[in-house]
């Protein structure tokens, strides 16, 4: 099976695989440091807990190995300052993926999001079969919206969702970029 590089350089920016023995400390001090910026979006901060994040990162492993769910962490000028994801949902078919990502405040309008989702594209085009990558978005969450906006995504589909998270409108917005759209990146992914 065809799998994303476990570690992606971009100059100053890092993406890396997580490492569920060594990484826990250091990414609950980041997801503390941002319960207040991500609560408005992020369903799970309401049940934030060492526990949990702990479990999380136990299961990153499961997902690489399974080819449903590649897990990153952002490293910025060598700290940790967010995460990122490359996966394919239950209700997405084989030749999609979804791209999705998280930000500390301190990192937020730097393009960091931007270049990190940049690069999740271009490993889900290594993928065999992919044609396409969504991001999904609540539609009043701005900030998360420009990252495919600046992509070239396209509007694909609006849809009805349950809200979660306390800023959410019950609307999620769905960008597209396909594989054509893509166009030098997707090549050069291959």
Request: charged content about 25%; some cysteine.
């Amino acid at each position: 099976m065809d799998l994303p590089q476990q570690v992606i350089e971009l100059d100053d920016l890092t993406l890396r695989r997580f490492n569920g023995e060594t990484d826990l400390p250091e990414l609950l001090r980041v997801i503390e440091e941002s319960l207040e910026h991500l609560r408005p979006w992020m369903a799970w901060v309401a049940e934030h807990s060492p526990a949990k994040t702990a479990d999380f990162l136990a299961r990153r492993a499961e997902g690489w190995a399974s080819g449903d769910e590649f897990t990153y962490v952002i490293v910025l000028n060598g700290a940790f300052v967010g995460a990122c994801w490359l996966l394919r949902r239950d209700d997405t078919p084989d030749n999609g993926r979804e791209i999705g990502y998280w930000l500390h405040p301190a990192a937020t309008g730097r393009g960091v999001a931007t270049r990190a989702a940049r690069a999740l594209v271009a490993q889900a085009f290594r993928l065999p079969g992919v044609d396409y990558v969504e991001v999904v978005h609540d539609l009043a969450n701005r900030a998360s919206g420009a990252v495919p906006a600046r992509l070239d995504f396209t509007e694909h589909l609006r849809r009805p969702a349950e809200r979660l998270a306390p800023a959410e409108t019950g609307e999620d917005q769905i960008g597209r970029l396909t594989r054509h759209q893509a166009g030098d990146l997707a090549a050069e992914a291959c």
